[in-house]
């Protein structure tokens, strides 16, 4: 049952990273369309009433980005949580650094067998 426990885990991490990753990269290309928009009313002299509508939406898209982030940061934290509940301990390697390939760590007192147990990195910072 282990085994099982520790591979949806695994399943778990990963996608959980890929979505923190994700609304990441959502973000940056929210912020950079941003900062696009009035310099480009700037480049061709328009009055700043113009695009100021879209202007407003994408502030507001960035805005509510944020909130799907800190979102997924909670639901982050709530997996640490579980992850201790279904005995597999904590693995956490610090503000986004990922472990070698292949690491495997157990708490002292987990429920874990070093050998069976890889990297699940639920409590890696986001």
């Known amino acids: 049952m282990l085994n099982e426990r520790v591979s949806a885990a695994k399943r778990i991490a990963t ?24 310099t480009a009313r700037r480049e061709t002299n328009m009055s700043a009433i113009v695009g100021q509508e879209a202007m407003s939406k994408v502030a507001h898209a960035l805005a509510a980005a944020g909130e799907v982030r800190q979102l997924l940061t909670d639901a982050h934290l709530a997996l640490t949580v579980t992850q201790k509940e279904v005995g597999l301990g904590t693995r956490m390697f610090g503000a986004g650094v990922k472990p070698p390939s292949g690491a495997a760590l157990a708490d002292e007192g987990s429920n874990d067998h070093a050998a069976e147990v890889a990297d699940l990195s639920f409590a890696r910072a986001s």
């Open 15 to 38: 996608e959980l990273h890929r979505a923190e990753d994700a609304v990441d990269e959502l973000m940056i290309r929210i912020a950079q369309l941003a900062a696009t928009l009035p």
